[in-house]
């Protein structure tokens, strides 16, 4: 079993900064891969950006260019450093980690609410 706590959501003007992190306890020495996804309200649940155990990154195009994913190996904590931050962006952004390449741990969720 893996626990992921997240922190850092809120409201912020466009254009602002948010740093989001989640860590993660438990089994954490099984997790591949930690990142976060979002999901506005109606639509689907997608990937914002990930980080697997040897560092490698995907992140989404929308994204990219603003947003920075990250990871301390040694606290098992994942960031999802937030800039230019635009009203699209407001969702529900959930920490994920991904064991054994099969199984999916996820987090309570945490506002992000970018006003115009």
């Known amino acids: 079993q893996v626990q992921l706590v997240e922190s850092g959501g809120g409201l912020v003007q466009t254009g602002g900064s948010l740093r989001l992190s989640c860590a993660a306890s438990?089994?954490?020495?099984?997790?591949?891969?930690m990142g976060w996804y979002r999901q506005a309200p109606g639509k689907q649940r997608e990937l914002v950006a990930v980080?697997?155990?040897?560092?490698?990154?995907n992140i989404v195009d929308s994204v990219k260019g603003r947003f920075t994913i990250s990871r301390d190996n040694t606290k098992n904590i994942v960031y999802l450093q937030m800039n230019s931050l635009k009203p699209e962006d407001t969702s529900v952004y959930y920490c994920?980690?991904?064991?054994?390449?099969?199984?999916?741990?996820w987090g309570q969720g945490t506002q992000v609410t970018v006003s115009s």
């Open positions: 994920n980690a991904l064991v054994r390449s099969v199984v999916n741990y």
């Open positions: 438990g089994n954490t020495g099984s997790i591949i891969r």
């Open positions: 980080v697997f155990s040897g560092g490698t990154t």
